[in-house]
């Protein structure tokens, strides 16, 4: 369980790295888990305090049109890394090889980070930028809530996360295809 807790928590690092962090810090600080050595130094106050204001910074500037294309930009990096981290992290003293763990957490993280990133500039274009704050908000809640499941119900938020990943990569490649339809069906331009 420990694994699935660990592997599903790499989906909300995709959307905001730093409440999977700062949940999987406040858990192995308060004892709620035990992280893979050297990780457990997650749950040192310095690092809650360095995530909880990097989190501040993340949900004030994802709610701003612009800002957030840069902002995406940036996390580009660290999403996949967070994700990556708290994979390995939070998966307990298993048998699956640390570098494993990583590597999926951070396909993962990467995955539904590319997916949001993609995302976002269609909906502040087709909204004017209105969309922006309202998206952005229940990304957060999604975030918080996937993560917290993670650890109430790793087997559920497991078969959830992967389910909503593959209806993510059919939609996508359903659009896609549209558009290649509707691009061959178009006159050629003279």
Do not use: C
């Not at 130094?41 to 501040?56: D, K, M, N, R």
């Not at 500037?61 to 939070?90: C, E, M, W, Y």
């Not at 996937?146 to 497991?158: E, G």
């Amino acid at each position: 369980m420990d694994i699935l807790t660990g592997i599903t928590l790499a989906a909300p690092a995709g959307v905001n790295a730093y409440i999977p962090l700062l949940a999987v810090a406040l858990a192995e600080r308060f004892g709620w888990v035990q992280l893979r050595q050297p990780f457990d130094l997650l749950g040192s106050w310095w690092f809650i305090a360095l995530v909880g204001i990097l989190l501040v910074v993340e949900l004030v500037a994802d709610k701003v049109p612009a800002v957030d294309h840069v902002n995406d930009a940036i996390q580009t990096f660290i999403r996949p890394a967070a994700g990556g981290l708290v994979a390995v992290a939070s998966s307990g003293e298993g048998r699956v090889a640390p570098w494993l763990l990583l590597a999926a957490g951070v396909l993962i993280a990467g995955g539904v980070h590319a997916v949001k990133a993609s995302a976002r500039p269609v909906i502040n274009a087709a909204t004017g930028g209105v969309g922006a704050p309202v998206v952005s908000t229940a990304e957060d809640v999604g975030a918080a809530g996937v993560t917290v499941m993670a650890f109430v119900l790793p087997l559920l938020t497991f078969l959830v996360v992967a389910a909503g990943m593959a209806f993510a990569v059919w939609a996508i490649v359903r659009w896609r295809r549209s558009r290649a339809e509707k691009r061959s069906a178009a006159p050629p331009a003279t």
